[in-house]
């Protein structure tokens, strides 16, 4: 990293976010009860939980911009020589926009987090409305904020956030695609361009999470149109994933069955979003199963499949040695099936009208009973897919030691770090600093000896 040491306070700043967090539910009366949203008023006026979750949270914002900051020059300050911009592997330009998204966002939260700190702590009344009655009591600090300011300082950094989770998951999905197709990419330009665009458009549809505050037209047909227009870049990309599979020799190993799971996964999810992002649909949908069965489709078998894919891939490199392909695929396999159980039953209760964030799940409404049955299949398939995790954990700490010793390149790569470093890489990474000579995605190259040809080798 360009700044070593920037890079430790980051991660003690996180640890210390994390701890602080911890230590809210051990204050006078209990942890942070104000939700994942914290919204105003609610969370102004909450326990003492709320404010240490509020210190916390400073900590953990302050890592993430130290960590922005070191990726950003990193990338541009440290590339190997002849690594230009278009030699990047997609996943270096994943990270790379992940982190400008990161920089330019998570600001206005904290700044928000400062605000009700002093709402809470100071008198201030930033987020309290003039008139607000607690308990019978009229709030004399209370007056002249407003609670839609929180809202809107939330989401402004909430929306991009839901990229931060799944550009780099894209990233490492592409990588693993191009590995076991055995060609390159198909549109890299494309993707990488879409990936600038989709990144510039995540500042611009937040209000889309607000259509319930009762903004007037104009903004809302302003924010649905940049809600639809951000789903191209999306599309591109997955199309482009989806084609650089076609006429490809694919191995089927367990990363590029977890990069395969993911592709259908992330377009249920991308495609039941889009009602969301359309006032007219979304004031019904709005705050049912149905919001949270979009949401998890894209962060749950979407980002966290992305995720498996990459420890799978880059285990060898990390430790030197093979994580066993038997139990891999039979956590694929699980994980497929039950992430698909819990999820999918959650589109029907939601477009029965079922609410989210109700104590007995809807069983006090008499319109929710003919589909509360679903909430016990999904609880099932929870419940299935927690024991199928088990295999993974097993399998990555028994092949620490176990497992089948690998090759420094052990997928036949082209990318820089499997072809320079060795596995595990030593201290710096590589031995002699490399230098790129192309592109990183030579695979199957006419004429060539073998079906790669590593970027690094001249």
């Excluded at 009860?33 to 240490?52: F, R």
């Excluded at 008139?131 to 600090?141: C, D, E, Y």
């Amino acid at each position: 990293m360009a700044f070593p040491r920037l890079n430790m306070l980051s991660y003690w700043s996180f640890f210390l976010g994390g701890v602080t967090m911890l230590v809210s539910f051990f204050v006078p009366g209990g942890s942070a009860q104000s939700g994942w949203t914290s919204y105003a008023p609610l969370a102004v006026i909450a326990s003492t939980g709320q404010t240490v979750w509020l210190f916390g949270m400073v900590f953990l914002i302050t890592s993430s911009l130290l960590g922005a900051i070191n990726f950003i020059a990193t990338t541009i300050q440290l590339r190997a020589k002849g690594l230009t911009f278009m030699r990047f592997p997609f996943f270096v330009w994943a990270q790379f926009v992940t982190a400008f998204l990161l920089l330019l966002a998570f600001p206005p939260l904290e700044a928000a987090a400062f605000m009700q700190l002093m709402d809470r702590l100071a008198g201030t009344s930033f987020f309290l409305p003039s008139g607000l009655v607690v308990s019978g009591q009229v709030l004399t600090n209370a007056g002249g904020g407003n609670p839609l300011l929180w809202q809107h300082l939330f989401w402004f950094l909430a929306h991009p956030e839901v990229y931060v989770l799944i550009l780099p998951a894209m990233g490492i999905v592409a990588e693993i695609i191009a590995n076991n197709t055995r060609k390159p990419l198909w549109g890299y330009r494309s993707m990488v361009y879409s990936l600038i665009f989709l990144g510039f458009m995540s500042f611009i549809v937040w209000a889309h999470h607000m259509f319930m505050t009762g903004m007037g037209t104009a903004m809302a047909a302003f924010f649905q149109t940049t809600t639809m227009i951000i789903s191209i870049p999306s599309v591109v990309i997955l199309t482009a994933l989806i084609i650089s599979l076609w006429g490809g020799s694919i191995r089927f190993n367990t990363p590029m069955l977890f990069a395969c799971g993911f592709l259908p996964m992330f377009g249920i999810g991308g495609l039941t979003g889009l009602p969301l992002g359309l006032n007219v649909t979304d004031i019904p949908l709005h705050d049912t199963y149905y919001v949270i069965a979009h949401f998890h489709y894209v962060v749950a078998p979407g980002t966290i499949f992305a995720l498996f894919a990459g420890i799978y891939y880059w285990y060898p490199k990390a430790t030197g040695r093979k994580m066993s392909e038997t139990l891999g695929k039979i956590h694929f396999a699980g994980s497929f099936v039950c992430m698909n159980v819990v999820f999918m039953p959650m589109f029907i209760m939601g477009l029965a009208g079922v609410s989210r964030r109700l104590y007995d799940g809807g069983a006090g409404y008499a319109f929710a009973q003919p589909v509360l049955h679903w909430n016990i299949v999904s609880s099932w398939g929870a419940w299935a897919l927690g024991l199928f995790q088990l295999p993974f954990i097993f399998n990555f700490f028994w092949s620490i030691w176990k497992g089948e010793k690998a090759e420094d390149n052990a997928w036949q790569a082209t990318t820089i770090e499997w072809a320079a470093a060795p596995s595990p890489p030593p201290h710096g990474n590589f031995h002699v600093a490399p230098e790129a000579y192309r592109g990183p995605y030579e695979y199957s190259v006419p004429g060539a000896a073998r079906d790669f040809v590593p970027q690094c080798e001249a």
